[in-house]
């Protein structure tokens, strides 16, 4: 059965610091995917990562991928109070699409 | 423009009764899901569907029926069998693997 896990779930930092969410999963996948969702709101595709070693970066984000490990991170460079939000990880297995449970973002001016 | 559309928005029910939540997309994507989200559990794959006519159930699919008439709609039904049925249901919807999954704007649901 295909798990995923993210730590930590809830994160409250200071703008201009650097942090990092992390996102396991327990079997084999092709695809890794990070979502943003914003309070009361839908979901937002940020990256899709498929192969090891895969590095994406939009602003001040950038994921990574380890098949190996079976890790993904999700790095967040000299924060600021607009990328406060709940961040997913979602790991595809053939035709399912399994969700962590989010990391809650909170940054403080 | 294209995009995926969810109704309605909120919906109250009383217990005991069946209540269908609306998903349309004009993406001509194949793929086809319904997630419930509940605070702090993440999102959960309740059914999805890879083509028309056919569809398979996720992890959480007890109390819920779908249909897949059309490739544009993914009606989902939410039966008195659900115990506990007050969540946010977002749908979603992809072309080929592996695509990323475009969400609607969701439908929350209350029962009273």
């Known amino acids: 059965e295909l798990k995923v896990e993210q730590n930590p779930l809830f994160l409250s930092m200071q703008e201009g610091k650097n942090y990092t969410i992390y996102c396991n999963y327990s079997t084999t996948s092709d695809r890794l995917y990070w979502y943003r969702q914003d309070p009361g709101k839908s979901l937002e595709s940020l990256f899709v990562?498929?192969?090891?070693?895969a590095v994406k970066q939009e602003g001040r984000l950038m994921a990574s991928l380890d098949t190996k490990a079976r890790l993904s991170t999700l790095h967040i460079t000299a924060a600021v109070h607009d990328l406060s939000a709940t961040y997913f990880c979602?790991?595809?297995?053939?035709?399912?699409?399994?969700f962590g449970k989010g990391t809650r973002l909170h940054i403080l001016p | 423009d294209g995009g995926i559309t969810q109704s309605p928005k909120y919906l109250f029910r009383k217990e005991g009764q069946n209540v269908t939540l609306s998903c349309e997309q004009n993406?001509?994507?194949?793929?086809m899901y319904w997630y419930r989200q509940d605070p702090g559990q993440g999102l959960r794959l309740i059914y999805y569907?890879?083509?028309?006519?056919?569809?398979q159930k996720g992890d959480i699919a007890e109390g819920y029926s779908v249909s897949r008439e059309k490739k544009e709609s993914f009606p989902l039904t939410v039966t008195s069998a659900q115990k506990n049925p007050t969540a946010f249901y977002l749908c979603a919807s992809s072309s080929d693997r592996p695509e990323a999954q475009y969400f609607g704007p969701g439908t929350r649901l209350t029962v009273l």
């Open positions: 993406l001509n994507h194949d793929a």
């Open positions: 979602a790991v595809g297995r053939d035709d399912k699409i399994i």
């Open positions: 569907s890879q083509i028309v006519n056919d569809f």
């Open positions: 990562l498929l192969s090891n070693g």
